[in-house]
């Protein structure tokens, strides 16, 4: 099956300062890459996804890159911000045949220092 | 709300207790998802619905853990006998996905399972 490895698992940079999170995915297949934020005692959150047709994606602050061939994507913040502080996880899911996954990295936590 | 709705928020539990986890996903949506996340852990895949067809079960790390989902609707995980180690917070997220298409799975706020 399909394996996500996500780096760091901790990051912490200063307000202002840009912030970027790996991930790596073992399945050729897979062909969406969704990134969930996780704020403390929620549920996580999307705030950006890519499809295997495009190689960058962004929105605001925040932009999502994707290398098909290296096997590896990217999660990019600008001008972070203190409520940008929370746990990030990137994802990777496949399609066929009606059938679905979703696996997810282990989460990076992200510290925003004022 | 218009959300993912699960119940309980909490539960405690005494060792070797079955307990009953309920997830109520969008309306609509035909893929939902249970995941668990051990304290300061990642999430960790436990069952996929989608539709009528069978559920992947792959991720169920014990026969202790079961789950059914209702009319395409409404899903329930059971953990029978429970143990220590089944403390964590249970996630269920469902999203609208085709056939062929993934879209946005939306997670519900979780219920924290506490096995003593």
């Known amino acids: 099956g399909e394996n996500v490895e996500q780096h760091p698992s901790t990051l912490s940079v200063q307000e202002g300062d840009s912030a970027v999170i790996k991930c790596t995915y073992s399945?050729?297949?897979?062909?969406?890459f969704p990134w969930y934020k996780q704020e403390l005692g929620k549920g996580p959150q999307l705030i950006i996804d890519?499809?295997?047709?495009?190689g960058e994606k962004k929105d605001q602050r925040i932009a999502v890159t994707l290398n098909k061939t290296a096997k590896h994507f990217s999660l990019h913040i600008t001008e972070t911000q203190p409520e940008d502080s929370a746990v990030y996880f990137c994802?990777?899911?496949?399609?066929?045949?009606?059938?679905?996954?979703?696996?997810f990295g282990k989460g990076t936590m992200l510290l925003v220092s004022p | 709300g218009a959300g993912v709705s699960q119940s309980p928020s909490n539960k405690v539990t005494e060792k070797g207790k079955d307990v009953e986890l309920r997830c109520d996903p969008i309306?609509?949506?035909?893929?939902l998802y249970w995941y668990r996340q051990r304290l300061g852990q990642g999430l960790e895949f436990l069952i996929y619905?989608?539709?009528?067809?069978?559920?992947?079960k792959s991720g169920l790390p014990s026969d202790r853990f079961s789950a059914e989902r209702t009319g395409g609707s409404v899903s329930t995980l059971t953990i029978q006998r429970t143990q220590q180690e089944d403390s964590a917070v249970y996630l269920c997220?469902?999203?609208?996905?085709?056939?062929?298409?993934?879209?946005?799975?939306?997670f519900g706020q979780g219920t924290r399972l506490t096995v003593v």
């Open positions: 997220a469902s999203s609208s996905q085709t056939r062929s298409v993934n879209t946005e799975a939306f």
């Open positions: 399945d050729s297949a897979s062909n969406y």
């Open positions: 890519i499809r295997s047709n495009v």
């Open positions: 994802a990777a899911s496949m399609d066929y045949s009606g059938y679905s996954t979703l696996t």
């Open positions: 309306s609509g949506h035909t893929a």
């Open positions: 619905f989608q539709g009528n067809s069978a559920p992947d």
